[in-house]
């Protein structure tokens, strides 16, 4: 009962028209949208989680740190260019998977929808209902499951769809996490065996896992399951490489984080000195947590990682390109939405990680209370604020 198959009732037939929603976090196109972009992701109340009683704010705080990140956000899009290449790359990756769809007799409309900036979750949900869509599958760009991402952006996706009546009655099958498939893990196999040819001795090459780092309390206190899908993906990729003859050795550290608390260890920045120190030679770089170039692989690796890993004496460096649109890639994505499909339902049935995640967070809201009252009066002081800004952002 796919596209170009009627679904037959008593009184009508109906042409069942697919759509692919694909959710992806956005990036300032322009160096002037740094700040407004920063704004929207501090705003949104999965990256800086306050209590609930302190909700009202969220808008004050996220205007001061994104004035205060700007200039150091700023100097990082200057470096590749001048503003992100996330909105040209997953428009690419968008029609690539709408002809993969295609090929594979599946016709669909694919949709993007950016959580921070443009084209936002809002104008892709308009198309979706001017094409008045029959059955959708929502596929989140982000091979592991976060509640700093897919959360966040599944979130504002049931509020809209809650409170429409067309929407709500929708069939939707939502992709909650994919790193473990096949497809995937064997087109990271291919990238890194292709990438560890370029060094003069291959097999003494560590393979470096660098993911995007989450604050601790996301796993320890919200149940985020992000941390333990990570290493399993890192497992399952060497799992596969061992079973091609590739026994480098290898490591997993996160990079990334932003803020005073505890962010996920070991620390990238940190592996890399150690590395160095104990006399690894060559190193090949993976990012892992996202599957599209951006300023994180472009600058914080290509740039700042490679720069203090030749500086801490490793003297062979190599970085593994994003996916982007790798055909076998994309060729996979095809195949989990329409694996998907039939499991479609009207959201306002289905059950999502962040539902469970939301009731964990009852519990840690109540510890957060009295550490969120102290914090807000250190953000007052201006001699704080200064420091914060100084040693901080
Ligand atoms: C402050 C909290 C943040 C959390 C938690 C976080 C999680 C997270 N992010 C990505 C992927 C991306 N992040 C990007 C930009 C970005 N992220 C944060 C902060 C958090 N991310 C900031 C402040 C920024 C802006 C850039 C900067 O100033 O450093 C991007 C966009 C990059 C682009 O090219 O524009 C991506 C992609 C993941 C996968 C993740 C958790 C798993
Ligand atoms: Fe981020």
């Given amino acids: 009962m796919y596209p170009g198959i009627s679904i037959e009732s008593e009184s009508h037939i109906t042409e069942e028209k697919i759509g692919v929603l694909l959710l992806n976090l956005g990036g300032p196109e322009t160096l002037n949208d740094v700040q407004p972009f920063l704004f929207n992701l501090f705003a949104d109340p999965d990256i800086i989680r306050l209590p609930r009683l302190f909700r009202f704010l969220q808008q004050p705080l996220a205007q001061l740190i994104s004035v205060l990140r700007a200039p150091k956000s700023k100097e990082g899009y200057a470096a590749i260019g001048g503003g992100s290449p996330l909105r040209k790359i997953t428009n690419e990756q968008a029609n690539a998977l709408r002809l993969a769809l295609k090929t594979k007799e599946v016709p669909a409309n694919v949709y993007v929808a950016m959580r921070y900036w443009y084209p936002f979750t809002e104008e892709a949900v308009r198309q979706i209902k001017r094409d008045r869509i029959t059955r959708l599958v929502v596929l989140p760009l982000y091979p592991q499951y976060s509640i700093s991402t897919t959360g966040s952006s599944v979130r504002i996706l049931q509020d809209m769809f809650r409170d429409d009546s067309y929407l709500s009655r929708l069939p939707v099958a939502i992709i909650q996490s994919w790193y473990q498939r096949e497809g995937y893990i064997k087109s990271m196999a291919d990238l890194i065996e292709k990438e560890l040819q370029i060094f003069p001795n291959p097999e003494e090459a560590m393979i470096f896992f660098s993911a995007h780092g989450v604050p601790v309390s996301y796993v320890e206190d919200a149940g985020d399951p992000y941390k333990d899908q990570m290493e399993e993906c890192i497992f399952l990729i060497m799992k596969e490489l061992k079973s091609r003859g590739t026994n480098n050795d290898h ?118 209370f009295f550490g969120s009252i102290l914090a807000f009066v250190l953000l007052l002081s201006p001699k704080m604020l200064l420091a914060f800004k100084n040693n901080v952002l």
């Fill in 251 to 368: 490591t997993l550290a996160y990079q990334s984080r932003v803020g005073p608390v505890q962010w996920l260890k070991p620390y990238t920045d940190e592996v890399l000195v150690e590395l160095g120190q104990k006399g690894v030679k060559s190193l090949l770089a993976v990012p892992v947590s996202f599957v599209s170039e951006h300023i994180e692989t472009l600058e914080e690796i290509d740039m700042e990682y490679k720069h203090l890993a030749l500086e801490s004496g490793i003297a062979n460096w190599g970085r593994v390109p994003a996916l982007n649109c790798s055909s076998s890639f994309i060729t996979d994505l095809a195949d989990a939405v329409i694996e998907a499909l039939p499991s479609a339902m009207a959201m306002s049935t289905s059950n999502t990680i962040s539902e469970e995640v939301e009731n964990d967070i009852v519990g840690y809201v109540a510890k957060l």
